[in-house]
């Protein structure tokens, strides 16, 4: 049996009561295995790690999908984390037994369903882009939801699936397909959003760093703290140790201390070769973060 993994990101992150019913939609659907879920109060988003067949992994990121459509107020949603949406984003990964093209394929029938019973307007990015300027997500979501209404104005920003129309409710959706990747993120023991923006910088591939990083420095206002937050596109050929290495080496040249690390959602063991959660300060780890011990479950 093939197994497609969806890690979709809604955003809110506040309401406990709203992210149970997300989950609950999800794990309403038989076959489905909900891996994973998070939410965090200064991102303001909640994700969620599906496991299961192509057709019931559809079925179960439109159910959540819907469930969110229906709870969350993109009028009244701020946060941290960059987003587009109340769905902001709803990736599909090949895992046991499926291909890239499997993934592809979910994703086409995930966003165009989604798209005609919602409304909401569709952008495919990843493997699943429809044209090139798409295939990276980061430049779907520049200007965010706050330029959406301007992006659906101009016939270059018009969606791949939904209507051409901008509902302040709901904004848009981002649906790809992609290897895993790591969500990672580094607490810095200082409440400097500029020591934090510095070491991202520094690290970030787009910005001459680290291969496969991608990073942005956030003011975790709940806490006090800084956050260097992250997704790492290839744990393979840039595992964590190394990224985390280099967030060390740059904290130490300002004075800053780390306070932890975290993970959002699961990883491949891959991720770890060489290191330990312990030396990379990872909080609340356990083999049930590894993508490999639910496959091993299911």
């Known amino acids: 049996m093939p197994v497609i993994e969806c890690v979709p990101n809604f955003s809110e992150g506040r309401k406990k009561e709203r992210v149970m019913a997300i989950v609950d939609a999800a794990n309403s659907v038989q076959g489905v295995k909900v891996a994973d879920f998070s939410m965090d ?173 991608q990073a942005i420095g956030i003011r975790l206002a709940d806490r006090g703290i800084v956050q260097v937050s992250m997704n790492l596109t290839n744990c393979e050929a840039t595992p964590i140790a190394v990224v985390f290495d280099a967030i060390q080496k740059q904290a130490n040249a300002l004075g800053v201390d780390i306070l932890e690390s975290e993970l959002v959602g699961l990883m491949p063991e891959a991720a770890l070769a060489g290191t330990t959660a312990e030396h990379c300060c990872i909080r609340d780890f356990s083999d049930n973060r590894l993508i490999e011990y639910h496959l091993r479950n299911m």
Do not use: C, W
């Not at 229906?70 to 009244?76: F, G, K, N, P, W």
């Not at 993934?103 to 989604?114: I, N, Q, T």
């Not at 920003?157 to 409710?169: I, L, S, T, Y």
């Open 41 to 213: 109060g200064d991102h303001n988003r909640s994700v969620l790690t599906l496991m299961g067949p192509p057709e019931a992994i559809v079925s179960a990121a439109l159910a959540a999908s819907e469930q969110a459509v229906a709870l969350i107020d993109m009028r009244e949603q701020r946060g941290a984390h960059p987003r587009i949406g109340a769905v902001d984003v709803v990736p599909f990964i090949p895992l046991r037994n499926a291909s890239m093209q499997d993934a592809v394929d979910a994703a086409h029938r995930f966003g165009r369903e989604f798209a005609e019973r919602t409304g909401v307007p569709v952008y495919f990015y990843g493997e699943a882009a429809l044209v090139p300027e798409r295939k990276v997500l980061a430049d779907i979501r520049r200007g965010e939801y706050e330029n959406l209404a301007g992006r659906l104005s101009d016939p270059a920003g018009f969606p791949d699936a939904g209507p051409v129309h901008f509902n302040p409710r709901t904004g848009a959706t981002s649906v790809g397909a992609r290897k895993p990747l790591v969500a990672f993120n580094v607490n810095l023991d200082t409440d400097s959003v500029e020591a934090a923006r510095a070491i991202a910088r520094a690290i970030r591939y787009s910005s001459g760093g680290l291969d496969h990083v």
